[in-house]
DNA sequence: CATGAATGAGAATTCATTCAT
DNA sequence: CATGAATGAATTCTCATTCAT
């Protein structure tokens, strides 16, 4: 008994529900979209969006998911080809390739935000929250160490808490981007600020 | 003529449902309260309910309002009391009268943020939220720059920058304190490092 | 015991009720109108105006009881004027006293429709609605029939039958103007095509 | 790419609802009869209702849109028939096949003339109102310039306006027969009278 | 597997009417 | 008498989820 369909249509079909989905969650946010609203862009029937993501929930989790995965494979890549400076190491972490502030976000940020603080009281999803945390901490704390260990950056501080402090600042970037007017957050600015502070932090040679 | 009962007591019974609400929206979040909960928690009616307050959008401003009128007045006493020095002023506007770090964080912190992540996409909420970010900006930042102003911090960084990325590092810590559980936040420990942060920044004398 | 307040300042109070009901009435129709909208028209309290119209139906029906004595004093005076033909005297009670034609409706009259209409299956309004028409008929029966015996109008159809057929038409031209935008009720030209009929249903001379 | 359900199926289920909303209109009139109404008389589930019809409204728009089919129906299959003369169109146009007066009405009508009058400060409903009158007028007119061109009929008067005062005496029946017993109504006689006058009006040779 | 019709719990809001002061 | 706060029944509409075909 060979399966109906391929299990690369499936894949195909899959990827075409979470990308379309992905869209919608930023047009209108986590809350406000409905599965309709997903259904219709992803030109999918109700029960065959359920087929693959049995609630709202679970979708939005794929989409995660999915970017973590991507997010890893660029991280693993970055470590492979440059590791000539932690520092730069942990800025094209920060800031992607470029290493440099930038006054764009991830769109998707703002829903993600979403998810988790209108799901605070949900212990599933708190469960998530916290392991994609822990996950973030470990990459940055990991670099911060391994820059302190080769002399690179002071030992002066802890290496987890200032990887705490750079998620910690992000998020409130992430946050009142999302909320408030670009010209408001200054977020290139800030980002500058972050550098800066960083650098005195680490006591960063040059 | 005479009206049915005195202004106190229509005083004492929106209060009361404030306070109730403001229960109810620290349990629930705000998206996740329904007036019914608010109903049954300041034990009026619906029709009550609604006498004061037209939606649960209202409500919670109302709620908002309130707070903000304390704070003005907190802060107004503070600028009365203490101006020995402009570092002090800032602390015990950031962690209140004990200028300390603390472990402990506003209860409604996390609805306001989900309240506001939620309605980005509305016109009104944004104003609202703009208003109020420039509200906290100009306290912040008149501190500082009269603190620059003084002599008693260096002028090195853009005050208003400054102010900006003690917001967004405030809003980060909030944010990361309603999904995370207490021992991943470390609130003391990342507040000290604002602190630190900050004595950098503004090269504190002493 | 002396009443506290004089018989004529309840007069008024009522008076300026209903005077500011019925405008209210016809901006609003009689559904759509809230006592709240009352109230404020008519500037009392709530339990005022409960005081005088224990209901919007007892308000309605004082409104046209009170539009009912004004028309019936009219017409009392108009029979003790002009007798001079029976013809001119149906002509003034259908029309005014212009006793032509004219592109104007009582404005009260769609609402009138509305509460007679919504309320057709309620016993009491159907009573209501059929004392007031058997009023209008006798009226206009009484008028023809009158004619009639003194040769001003010919015996060939039942005087109540043309009396009904005016009220119907007349009912049918209130509904259509309340409804349709005046280029299509063309009131004036309709009622001139009433008068026409008349004419010849009565075979009236001149 | 299988439909669920045949196409017929869902026409069955929607003609279910439209039939049963119907009586339930009939019964209890536009305004009082609520969507539960609806649901329980057609046996369909608040969700079912709203998947076929997206209001109250929405409802009783298709409810009339139906019947308007039906009626062209009947009247071209009337045109196609017999056209020996002008007059008996007219008539079955106005009274049904049978062509003489009745004391029947369309048990719909009073909820028609509800749904337009309570509805006619919406501009939505005004201009539906509109469209519909301008229907029935044409309809009634062509026949009648059909016939004074052939002949048939005087030119005395404009088809057109004798167009409007048949239907404004139609509406006014159907107002008088929704409103009062049907005693006073006298719905036959007052159908011989219009076709009297319209003998007149129009000259009709016979 | 895919489809989309059907379900029904639940939330928001309105308003006539009552009644304590 | 007058006031207007309080009540709660009633209604509309939405949407996640199920399930027969």
């Known amino acids: 008994m060979s399966p109906k369909v391929s299990k690369e249509h499936l894949e195909q079909r899959r990827a075409k ?51 973590l995965l991507i997010d890893v494979a660029k991280t693993d890549q970055l470590l492979k ?16 390739e470029s290493k440099e502030p930038s006054d764009h976000m991830d769109p998707l940020a703002a829903s993600n935000l979403e998810f988790f603080i209108t799901g605070r009281n949900d212990q599933r999803r708190r469960n998530y929250a916290q392991e994609r945390y822990s996950f973030a901490l470990k990459l940055y704390a990991n670099i911060i160490e391994a820059g302190q260990q080769s002399g690179e950056f002071s030992n002066k501080q802890s290496g987890e808490m200032i990887a705490r402090s750079i998620i910690t600042f992000i998020d409130g970037l992430a946050l009142d981007h999302a909320i408030l007017p670009k010209e408001d957050v200054k977020l290139k600015e800030q980002s500058s600020l972050l550098i800066e502070y960083l650098r005195l932090a680490l006591e960063v040679k040059n």
């Not at 259904?39 to 979708?59: H, I, T, W």
């Open 17 to 67: 529900i979470v990308e379309a989905a992905t869209q919608v969650f930023i047009e209108h946010g986590y809350e406000r979209t409905t599965m309709k609203h997903v259904m219709d862009a992803a030109d999918v029937s109700r029960g065959g969006l359920y087929q693959y993501f049995s609630n709202k929930e679970d979708l939005f989790e794929a989409i995660l998911a999915d970017r």
């Open 81 to 96: 080809e440059k590791v000539e400076s932690y520092w730069d190491l942990l800025l094209s972490r920060i800031f992607g």
